[in-house]
């Protein structure tokens, strides 16, 4: 398994999955947990979406349990964004033991804020300008603090950690 974190907007388009054509990896982000709960009818989707239908704070367990349904054993498994919290990163490690799935690396973006920000407005101007921005450098500097502080929770785990200088996932990934 390969986490990543890296800054991500909504409306602007990653490139993960074009990146990825034809390899061997199975993303898991929340497009692809959005996909499966759409498209599913079983106990976990209809579960979940009760949660999210009803504004209601969702137990930590079912979105340990959302990642895991995405999950493909016969593929490397690249999980975006997640874990938020070092709850969920034990919540997952222990799911991914179950499977013989350990962490093997992460790959993280350093970033500054602003230059995250002038990046938007150049690639979707349309969602991203001067009106827009405090509120949306709010929610960069809030991701960032984040991602920070789940670097140190991995620091503890054995695995490899890499602080990638180019939006090259595909190298990064298939090496």
Not at 157 to 167: G, M, P, T, V
Request: proline content about 4%.
């Amino acid at each position: 398994m390969i986490i990543i974190f890296r800054q991500q907007l909504y409306f602007v388009n990653p490139k993960s999955r074009d990146l990825v054509k034809g390899e061997n990896l199975n993303i898991i982000d929340s497009d692809t947990i959005r996909q499966f709960l759409q498209e599913s009818e079983s106990e976990l989707a209809i579960e979940i979406n009760e949660y999210l239908n009803s504004g209601t704070i969702m137990p930590q367990e079912l979105i340990i349990k959302s990642v895991m349904a995405c999950w493909k054993k016969d593929h490397k498994n690249v999980i975006i964004n997640f874990p938020k919290n070092e709850k969920q990163l034990i919540q997952l490690l222990e799911a991914a033991e179950k499977l013989n799935d350990p962490i093997e690396k992460l790959i993280y973006y350093p970033c500054e804020a602003e230059k995250l920000f002038n990046d938007a407005t150049r690639e979707c101007p349309k969602h991203y300008d001067q009106d827009t921005k405090p509120m949306v450098m709010k929610m960069i500097r809030t991701n960032l603090n984040y991602q920070n502080s789940m670097l140190g929770a991995f620091e503890k785990l054995n695995c490899e950690i890499i602080e990638a200088k180019s939006w090259n996932e595909k190298r990064l990934l298939t090496q």
